[in-house]
T-cell receptor, first 113, second 115 residues
Framework: GEKVEQHESTLSVREGDSAVINCTYT??????FPWYKQEAGKGLHFVID???NVDRKQSQRLIVLLDKKAKRFSLHITATQPEDSAIYFC????????????WGLGTSLVVNP | DPKIIQKPKYLVAVTGSEKILICEQY?????MYWYRQSAKKPLEFMFS???????DNQTASSRFQPQSSKKNHLDLQITALKPDDSATYFC??????????????FGSGTRLTVL
């Protein structure tokens, strides 16, 4: 079946540095790529998404890049803060349907003061 | 205040028993979902409901039955529990399921342990 792979299972950065989380997907028809954040003991929380009609999207300190040729997308968190520490999940779907989202396993980001 | 309430937060059950996981959302959303998060596995979509009607079911086992008594309620009944059912079950909601990807809002989950 189709898959989404998150390359970093854990990531540790110093406060103020940038963090990059990379995901690859297998289904070339994928067109929607959201990112969610999960803090300890809580549910997932939407952070940013990108659609296949663009290759870059920014929301404040978050930047998402999409390389359709390589079937890769990445989340860049700039000027990291301790409150960015969480598990980040990437996902992909080929149709605009939440039931069709394929999820990565998550990346545990630790931002050290 | 949490907008999606899941109860209980933790649940321990014995093999073969039956449990109901409760979910209520106060976001005014029309679509609700159940997801399962198991160790070492990707988040797994189980069910989606829109306007209290089943839209999609990706759960092979009939032991899992969603129940929607009100538009903002979507409970999950699990019968004949097995140790493999141990996982965290997340309820989520979105504005509606009209074929367009929408932001999902998740509850804090029910962690189920089956002994």
């Amino acid at each position: 079946g189709e898959k989404v792979e998150q390359h970093e299972s854990t990531l540790s950065v110093r406060e103020g540095d940038s963090a990059v989380i990379n995901c690859t997907y297998t289904d070339t028809a994928s067109s929607y790529f959201p990112w969610y954040k999960q803090e300890a003991g809580k549910g997932l929380h939407f952070v940013i998404d990108i659609r296949s009609n663009v290759d870059r999207k920014q929301s404040q300190r978050l930047i998402v890049l999409l390389d359709k040729k390589a079937k890769r997308f990445s989340l860049h968190i700039t000027a990291t803060q301790p409150e960015d520490s969480a598990i980040y999940f990437c996902a992909a779907s080929k149709v605009g349907d939440n039931s069709k989202l394929i999820w990565g396993l998550g990346t545990s980001l630790v931002v050290n003061p | 205040d949490p907008k999606i309430i899941q109860k209980p937060k933790y649940l321990v059950a014995v093999t073969g028993s039956e449990k109901i996981l409760i979910c209520e959302q106060y976001l005014g959303h029309n679509a609700m979902y159940w997801y399962r998060q198991s160790a070492k596995k990707p988040l797994e979509f189980m069910f989606s409901y829109s306007y209290q009607k089943l839209m999609d079911n990706q759960t092979a086992s009939s032991r899992f039955q969603p129940q929607s008594s009100k538009k903002n309620h979507l409970d999950l009944q699990i019968t004949a529990l097995k140790p493999d059912d141990s996982a965290t079950y997340f309820c989520a909601s979105s504005q509606w399921t009209g074929g367009s990807a929408e932001t999902l809002y998740f509850g804090s989950g029910t962690r189920l342990t089956v002994l």
